[in-house]
């Protein structure tokens, strides 16, 4: 049977419709079936991640979310994930470190924030009148309003106290990247990826610092990563980081005409092929 052609994101969207109608078992067959061809797609990481969580199934969506992590380490739907299984584990600690990292990256989110408030509160014992905005959230808005160097100044503060922090690693070098201060950026980055390969916004700000440079077999990687883990990044003209301008018709995929099976991974995706 022939299968027919869809776009990617288009694929996504799809899945992610199921995933919020409670159509689980489906959605992870559409994700694995992705994999299959991307095995190592952000987005569908995301939509496998959130559908595992949907269905309970807890170790198969902590395997996802810490993968992801490893990728994006300020993921948004990763944390709230994992601060979602920890709860249930009546890991405490776990479940607000995790929100915690959520609310930085959308620190003006009211269900991130009343979340919060519960889950102090179930520590606690006493529920905050207000969640509070931590040097994270501060040089997560500053990175966004374009207010590089008083981010740099609040990274650099988080780090000093947490110097772990590859979420804050990463936020530091995108911010060094865009006030212009490449040697840092790269310095940091190269640091990065030793550890965390796939890396993303590591990757992604390696590809645009070498194309000046002599070391093109280097650029060459780093863009194949990148375009591993989104594979429209192939098809952007100007910077890397502008993927989402490319059309949504640039990259098509079969679709799985599910038959009520599960859908089977190749068996090295869980070492050679997947992130991690």
């Known amino acids: 049977m022939v299968m027919a052609k869809v776009f990617l994101r288009k694929y996504i969207r799809e899945i992610e419709g199921q995933v919020d109608h409670g159509q689980q078992d489906e959605a992870i067959a559409h994700c694995r079936h992705i994999l299959r061809k991307y095995p190592k797609h952000l987005d569908t990481y995301r939509m496998l991640g959130k559908a595992y969580l949907e269905a309970r199934r807890y170790n198969e969506a ?4 810490h993968r992801l992590l490893m ?3 300020d993921d948004f739907v990763a944390h ?3 601060s ?7 890991n405490m600690d776990a479940a607000i470190w995790h929100m915690e990292r959520a609310f930085e990256v959308q620190p003006s989110n009211s269900a991130i924030q009343s979340e919060m408030q519960r889950l102090y509160s179930r520590r606690d014992g006493v529920e905050p009148p207000k969640i509070r905005l931590t040097r994270g959230a501060l040089s997560h808005m500053y990175v966004q309003g374009e207010l590089y160097p008083q981010a740099i100044s609040e990274i650099s503060g988080v780090l000093v106290e947490d110097a772990g922090r590859q979420d804050m690693q990463v936020l530091l070098a995108r911010a060094y990247f865009h006030a212009g201060q490449k040697g840092e950026s790269g310095e940091i980055c190269s640091q990065l990826i030793r550890r965390y390969p796939y890396c993303l916004d590591a990757n992604r700000v390696l590809v645009e610092l ?3 440079e002599e070391d093109t077999e280097k650029a060459q990687v780093y863009r194949a990563r990148v375009n591993e883990l989104d594979p429209y990044a192939a098809f ?3 910077s890397i980081f502008r993927s989402e301008d490319v059309p949504d018709e640039a990259v098509s995929i079969d679709h799985l005409e599910w038959d009520g ?3 089977e991974i190749d068996a090295d995706w869980d070492s050679s092929l997947g992130i991690g």
Request: proline share 12%; hydrophobic share 45%; aromatic share 4%.
């Open 62 to 65: 902590t395997d996802i979310f």
């Open 71 to 73: 990728a994006v380490p």
């Open 80 to 82: 709230v994930g994992m």
């Open 84 to 90: 979602i299984i920890n709860d249930v584990q009546q």
């Open 210 to 212: 070498l194309p000046g």
């Open 236 to 238: 952007v003209t100007g």
């Open 261 to 263: 099976q599960p859908v």
